[in-house]
């Protein structure tokens, strides 16, 4: 099975606003609202994570019950279908 690292693209600008995050993405035009524990998620997509790793972190760190994993793959989901990340192969964006 191929590894799948999430990097998040170059440009994003994320700013703290009353407990959420706001992520703008100037490239694209647009604006995104996130949870902390989807914020948290965005931080870890570095390319160099797992994407089941960063899952497991999240769910850890918010003390989520290990169901939320689904919740928190669908949050890497969208992230990838709205272009804030994108999947590489190997970590690190190796070929």
């Known amino acids: ?3 799948r690292y999430p990097r998040r693209v170059a440009g994003l600008v994320a700013a703290e606003a009353a407990g959420a995050w706001v992520i703008r993405q ?3 035009g647009r604006v995104h609202h996130l949870n ?10 570095t390319g160099d994570t797992e994407w089941q790793t960063i899952v497991d972190l999240v769910c850890a760190a918010t003390g989520a019950p290990s169901e939320a994993t ?7 989901q969208q992230a990838t279908d709205a272009g804030l990340i994108v999947i590489e192969p190997a970590p690190g ?3």
Not at 36 to 45: D, F, G, I
Not at 70 to 76: G, N
Request: aromatic share 0%.
């Open 1 to 3: 099975m191929t590894g």
């Open 70 to 76: 689904t919740a928190v793959a669908r949050v890497l």
């Open 93 to 95: 964006g190796a070929r």
């Open 26 to 28: 100037p490239a694209r």
């Open 36 to 45: 902390a524990a989807a914020a948290l998620a965005l931080e870890l997509c």
